[in-house]
DNA sequence: GACGCTACGGAAAAGCTTTTCCTAAGTCAA
DNA sequence: TTGACTTAGGAAAAGCTTTTCCGTAGCGTC
């Protein structure tokens, strides 16, 4: 392991001092242009980085940010935090990746760790949507971003997906298609998204003078086998087989798809499907493809860097909540052309 | 944004120097009891968190890595570099995440960052086992790690998953079961790990004095389109149907299991299936639930993460690849009791 | 030549912590 | 009472950088 090349080394090298390289290479004060050429080019060949943790004590500011997550192996960290470090990372900030893990113990350490590391601010992320994170933000003393998260902290900023608005696009979609009479098949009740993206498909039938079928708006897990039993239960149900079907995510779509094959449907012909989330690894490989709203993870998260780096250069940013548009990716569940 | 106490606001308070704040805090020197457990309290009472920063100056010890990842979005990613977070901060070392994304422009940029910030060493991951970093570990002065990548340089250090033990032991499972006609189908054979698959398949069967059925061993695209190929080629081949299957991936297991079963086969009974990954939402989705080769790699990151430590420690480390045992994820495609 | 102004670079201070060296006070033994 | 030793705490230096203040030299003008 190698030392460094520090500033000292520069101005013993240069013969110079060391305030003399300091000027030269930031062009502040007054150093002439040679013996400013001379400096620099010695830096160059020592390969002298500057220090900077040294910089940041000076400074006061880090240019490093945490991320807490409550769910690093959740599927939807992957865009929340890739959107995050990119947004970050492009303007000169590093990112911390911290796993709370459901764990307060773990998460007043890692609150510890970064808090004596100074970190300019703190992006908290979990697994749902309506999480409540237990933390008292203002005890932090730095700015605080909430992605995919919610806080009951007076003046939190929380960055979610627009799940109302998303379903009420691919409703709307399938209502342009032509669709009339449209289930709904959702998660876990006691989840918040499910009950936005009911009211979002709600919102759309009602604008259209249409009503939900009955017993067409169903419940269960998010999971490929409830897809299949809803499925089972709309093609047994009295009302008729509904000619579209949102459904809460892509597992339950794919379970749908496949217990509507299966049960002899066609799809998109006799029924057409919208789901939620492009999970790509379960919407692309659905039969048939799916059309899914994208909550834009990513996206998400790169306006969660963006606000917290807003935050830190004390600019004035609105707190509460703010949905980030989704975006509907078609595919040939919906039975419009394939635009993907 | 408040500022923080610093040593300077503690000493004032407590009507003591600041040397004697630090030792009263360290337990180094000689300070009173009484002193002590006053300046302690006020300390305490203040909400003091030493300045890691100035600490980290002082000691010539960041007690912060980085991880560079070459795959942000890629879903290997998340147990790794998960596996790597819970093991470095359970060591008191915090993790910068930073995103390469196959742009040398920005991996210089990331490094360039994190030598700054004095971090104590790098582990940098990929996309695929057989990726070739391309960066010269030497000119960085500090210990690097290979996490799901490999290296030319001399002396790397590389920790890899262990494709070729993993598929001996699916295939020494089936055959344990009284399999006889095994098939492989994997995924491109431009991977390496599809190739170590293979090896490890045959290596099995040779040892039990069996040998692939003829026009057995097929390769196509990690997808669920190139397992339902491969199942109707197996189906129609002239060589008869093989009483079990190796799939590469989770995901052309899915599409084995899907064209088998449109094809009339009953699973396990007249054909058992193992797969490879344990990707949860692929594997419990299936129909039957896959058993499958789980990598590990939460296991690998942990492994890549202490690994660094030592290196960092100055603990003598030997260089080369490593390859993290795998586990047999038992479930019903294979035949034998569900122990899941 | 004297005075004033500007460019230039060095020394010192500052940011925050830890460690070392020094000094004073207290205690004990002769 | 004196000398030796130990405890206790403060001042200064160190880690690395940036910024401010000061002094000197050079140049131009009167």
Redesign the pocket.
Known sequence: MR??V???NVATEA?????????A??G?????????EHVIAVANRLG????D???S????RSFSVGILSNDIYGRFTLPIVGGIEEALSDNRVSVFLCNAADDLERQKRHLDALLAKRIDGLILTARRTDYLAPLDIAALGIPVVHAYAQSAAPGAICILPDDEGGAYDATRHLIALGRKRIAHVGGPQSFEATRLRQAGYRAALKEAGLAPPPDSELFGAWSEEWGRDAARRLIDGKAGLPDAIVCGSDQIARGMADGLREGGIDMPGQTALVSFDNWDVIAAATRPALTTVDPNLKELGAQAGLTLLSLIEGKDVKPGIRRVPSKLIIRRSCGSPDRS
């Open positions: 030392t460094p520090t500033i000292r013969g110079v001092s060391i305030s003399t390289v300091s000027k290479l930031n502040t004060g007054h150093i002439g242009a040679k013996t400013r002298f980085r500057p220090n943790l040294a910089q004590l000076h400074r006061g």
